[in-house]
């Protein structure tokens, strides 16, 4: 392999990862306050494509407008289906989480799929690169696409803007508290159960504006988050359940990896994450950037 096929490599797996890095966040923050691991994230994903590719086709908007109001809408969705569904299983086993989550993502996957059929008359549809993003940048020591350059580049700020926002400011010290000590936060006049949804809200929005950002790469389709989830959670498992950090650097990290490794040994694709992710329980079952649970 010469250096040039490496550093686009390189380059395909910091934009892979992007999408790892947005889907594995959501799952953090959720999982973090809510201590539930919402399976229909990819589901959600992929609603946030939709939703961008259907504001198009029914109103006219573009990339720009849907870049905002694509994830607003999937963060909204996700407060309700919190408050009307998840919130009534609170207290018992996760296996109850995990179902009603499996059962959304193939209730909404289906529900998506007749729709582009029945309205659009399509199964799978392209959605168009804003003009301004279209084209390539020439980085001197690579030629690359100027809208995947956009996606490493817009991801890289909404992370660091998490992290900060929940690690730095009172919003974040609330969200902690809430998590680690309810009881307590609700003392002093704090309704927990409106952070609850909120942070949902926010985790799902993370998604949805990941699929936004994944519809002129990978186009529309009802099936585009079933296998991206999969890895995203394997991720997150690397990562540390419920680590801010460890979703970020793990799921940029993981991207190059497999990208490179599929260059160098194609073979070894699709297991090379998996793999990582046995050693890493093995070495350190909390995760890379994880604390043991007695520890939160």
């Not at 494509?49 to 996700?78: C, K, N």
């Not at 990896?257 to 694709?269: D, E, H, M, N, T």
Request: glycine share 12%.
């Amino acid at each position: 392999m010469n250096t040039q096929l490496l550093l686009i490599q390189v380059f395909n797996g910091l934009v892979n990862g992007a999408f790892y890095a947005l889907l594995s966040l959501g799952l953090a923050v959720i999982f973090g306050m809510l201590r539930i691991v919402n399976f229909m994230h990819g589901a959600l994903y992929m609603l946030g494509a939709f939703a961008a590719f259907a504001l198009g086709q029914a109103f006219g908007l573009g990339f720009w407008p849907s870049l905002i109001l694509a994830p607003l809408i999937v963060g909204a969705l996700g407060m309700l289906l919190e408050r009307t569904l998840l919130s009534r299983l609170y207290g018992l086993e996760p296996s109850y989480n995990l179902l009603l989550t499996f059962g959304l993502t193939l209730l909404t996957q289906d529900l998506v799929k007749q729709v582009m059929l029945s309205q659009f008359a399509v199964s799978s549809a392209p959605y168009t690169t804003p003009d301004i993003l279209t084209g390539v940048v020439n980085l001197g020591f690579v030629v690359f696409p100027k809208y995947r350059l956009f996606v490493i580049a817009l991801t890289l700020v909404i992370c660091l803007i998490t992290w900060f926002v929940i690690e730095k400011t009172r919003v974040g010290a609330i969200i902690r508290a809430s998590t680690e000590n309810p009881g307590v936060t609700r003392a002093f006049g704090i309704d927990v159960s409106k952070w609850v949804t909120g942070v949902f809200g926010v985790g799902v929005g993370l998604a949805g504006l990941a699929g936004v950002l994944a519809a002129p790469i990978y186009s529309v389709e009802p099936y585009m988050g079933a296998e991206l989830i999969i890895t995203t959670f394997a991720v997150v498992v690397i990562g540390g359940m419920g680590s801010i950090l460890g979703s970020i650097v793990t799921g940029f990290a993981v991207g190059v990896l497999a990208a490179v490794g599929a260059a160098i040994y194609p073979p070894i694709a699709n297991t090379l994450v998996f793999i990582l992710m046995a050693i890493v329980l093995l070495v350190r079952p909390s995760g890379l950037f994880g604390l043991p649970e007695g520890a939160r």
